[in-house]
């Protein structure tokens, strides 16, 4: 839809128009998803050139070069070269229980500054690096950015977004990490080409490039109206940015349920133990089951790895970077269909298609791995091709569900009493599973070997029933009346407020 076309939310309750101010504000802060997009493109891409194994991981180059004795599915299983890659999501989920305090208290703009910030000075070391330890060391510092950006980012979106589009806007958020992801893999596979081997340090030091752009855009950011309304109760400002970023001068009833929802919030000193409360059972599940379920798609690891991967079944390097970069583009591709048709078909629709799409890619890759490659065969260039086709719908499945989804579904479920919290608990989890699985997934190649996408195709059937059965939908309905659903649903109806508790409740905090 067009900037400028008017849009109001199911039932009438907000007037909003798509405008150009919005459209800037947002696509300005989903940067912040491009630095991690960028991080998990580029982290596989030099793990697979020769030139950088050969200077920080000298074993595996060896055992890639020339032994023959051990299994394609063994040779890049080192645990410091997977910490190499993993360590940056230990700084994360620290960074993101000081974000969530950040966000709460300074606003969703200061905590997308300090991630900018600090991805800029990680980017520095890591292209500077001359030993492991100071690798490591820059990853740390742009572990704390990703923790940052990942914590304020899709809270900015949602706030940010009218009811209506608010999927396409928060879709943007996993837009942009396909975006980078793609962006590094075309880095890798120009760096990978330079004369004298130093092309790594390309890779890894223009990941200051996104994290410049985020940082001196959000100068230039407003803050959110919730956010503003919160921090300082200056409600005639938040009616200024309110209006600008709707379009329209009648904003009076959003502004109601902005500033009912802020006084609730402020009566609520301590979010990480008030979101334990029964009533928040809903929330508090979602904020740890959709992030666990996201990392078990498997694809994070496989982003990781796809260079990797491609060279276990006999790509060389060249090609190996070309095939990522292929897988990225459709990645992007599946992200922009689903910002599109999201806010339309509803969340639980592209959930059940993307989630047998994986499921039928991940069997068939499986067995032709199992079938076709063995510990220490190679694959024909037809099934070469064939595994990148199936890696490709594979990565569309999950860009039509589960990557836009998991970050849009939390982001605007949470009341904002807990939302810093829930988004917080939401993060760490995410990277906790972040970090398992790239600290696990080549220990679990080698021994698993094709089994590993039985494995994750396993927990695909699992999460799809759990959408099914407990998950709502959520289309058009405003975020700051996103309590209804919960009220209404067979199960979580057990354990929130019934209308009238509930609203006395409120009465009570106001």
């Given amino acids: 839809m067009a900037p400028g076309m008017a849009t109001r939310s199911e039932g009438g309750h907000y007037n909003a128009r798509i405008t150009w101010f919005v459209v800037l504000s947002c696509a300005v802060a989903a940067t912040g998803a491009l630095i991690f997009g960028y991080d998990l493109g580029i982290s596989g891409g030099v793990t697979s050139m020769d030139h950088f194994l050969k200077k920080f991981f000298p074993e595996v180059f060896k055992k890639m070069k020339e032994d023959k004795t051990t299994s394609n599915y063994c040779k890049f299983d080192s645990q410091l070269l997977t910490f190499f890659t993993s360590s940056l999501y230990i700084a994360a989920l620290v960074a993101s229980f000081f974000a969530s305090q950040v966000t709460r208290a300074f606003g969703r703009k200061s905590s997308i500054l300090l991630g900018g910030a600090a991805f800029i000075i990680g980017s520095a070391i890591g292209g500077a690096a001359y030993n492991v330890v100071m690798l490591i060391f820059g990853r740390i510092f742009l572990g704390v950015g990703i923790g940052f950006a990942n914590q304020s980012v899709p809270l900015y979106l949602a706030e940010m977004a009218p009811p209506k589009k608010r999927g396409a806007f928060t879709s943007g958020f996993n837009f942009c990490v396909g975006i980078g992801i793609l962006i590094a893999n075309l880095i890798n596979y120009g760096a990978a080409k330079i004369r004298g081997g130093w092309g790594w340090r390309i890779s890894l030091a223009m990941a200051a490039a996104p994290a410049s752009i985020l940082t001196l855009g959000a100068l230039f950011l407003p803050d959110t109206p919730n956010s503003i309304i919160q921090h300082g109760k200056n409600y005639e400002k938040a009616k200024r940015v309110l209006q600008q970023i709707r379009g329209v001068d009648d904003v009076q009833i959003e502004l109601d349920d902005l500033i009912q929802a802020s006084d609730i919030a402020k009566a609520i000193k301590h979010p990480f133990k008030d979101i334990r409360k029964r009533r928040y059972r809903p929330q508090l599940v979602m904020s740890m089951a959709i992030p666990f379920f996201q990392q078990l798609t498997g694809i994070n690891t496989i982003t990781f790895y796809a260079p990797v991967l491609f060279r276990t079944i006999g790509r060389g390097e060249s090609a190996s970077l070309l095939s990522a970069i292929v897988v990225g583009v459709v990645g992007s591709s599946a992200v922009i269909l689903t910002s599109l048709i999201v806010d339309k078909v509803g969340r639980k629709v592209l959930f059940f298609v993307g989630g047998a799409v994986m499921l039928v890619c991940q069997l068939i890759i499986g067995g032709i791995m199992a ?129 009238e508790d509930y609203n006395g409740n409120k009465a009570e905090t106001t």
């Fill in 371 to 499: 079938v076709k490659l063995g510990d220490h065969g190679q694959l024909s260039t037809t099934y070469a091709y064939l595994v990148l086709i199936l890696v490709c719908m594979y990565v569309a499945g999950f860009g039509l569900s589960w990557g836009p989804l998991g970050w849009l579904i939390p982001s605007e479920i949470f009341p904002l009493e807990i939302r810093s919290a829930a988004q917080g608990i939401r993060v760490a989890v995410d990277f906790v599973f972040i970090f398992l699985g790239a600290q696990t997934f080549l220990a679990m190649l080698c021994h698993l070997k094709a089994g590993i996408f039985f494995f994750f195709g396993g927990w695909v059937t699992v999460m799809t029933a759990f959408v099914y059965l407990l998950l709502p939908e959520t289309k058009n309905v405003p975020i700051e009346r996103m309590e209804k659903i919960w009220r209404e649903h067979w199960f979580w109806k057990r354990f929130v407020l019934n209308d």
